[in-house]
């Protein structure tokens, strides 16, 4: 059972839009990570939030975790190549030993 | 210096053999992890050790066998390979088993095709 759905699932755009990817559950979670994972190389972590509406922001990343703890979206403003990878959102449940992953937005930002 | 290596990071193996992917991390953690990436890309992890006792033993086949000698090291040895076997395969790494903002390290990958 997938329980985080990632949108869109791929994504290509031109160099200076916006974007937002979404990710989705029926479940709450307590912690919802975001990685990257560029071609040939392992995830990386990008943020973690852990309250309901919480927003955080990484240069021209913003993540927010929706109020109910069940959701989480990332924007993405003035795309650039730079930001060309896969995106994955991770849940996590407090004593869970274990985090979710959803399948994944991947992103392409062409010049 | 690689945080979380792992080798062979490519292997070309026939169906039927028997290989290991090594894997190693030099960030102290008490935690360590194997994950699969199939061709969608859908991450999902197979095992999972802490202080070198398996934690996380999910619906794998019995032909996987991680071995986790200490804290730093956890291998995957894989018998009877079969095409569906083909995939990525992620070391990773973390402090603490059950924390809210654990961070997960992953190794660059391990990428497997069975022929």
Redesign the interface.
Known sequence: TQLLEQSPQFLSIQEGENLTVYCNSSSVF??LQWYR?EP??????LV?V?TGGEVKKLKRLTFQFGDARKDSSLHITAAQPGDTG?Y?C?G?R??????V?G??T?LTINP | DTAVSQTPKYLVTQMGNDKSIKCEQNLGHDTMYWYKQDSKKFLKIMFSYNNKELIINETVPNRFSPKSPDKAHLNLHINSLELGDSAVYFCASSQGVTGLVRTIYFGEGSWLTVV
């Not at chain 1, 040939?40 to 972590?45: C, D, I, K, T």
């Not at chain 1, 407090?94 to 985090?99: E, P, S, T």
């Open positions: 307590s912690s994972q040939g190389e392992g995830p990386v972590l973690t852990v896969l994955l991770a996590g407090k004593g869970a030993q274990k985090l992953f399948q994944g991947r």
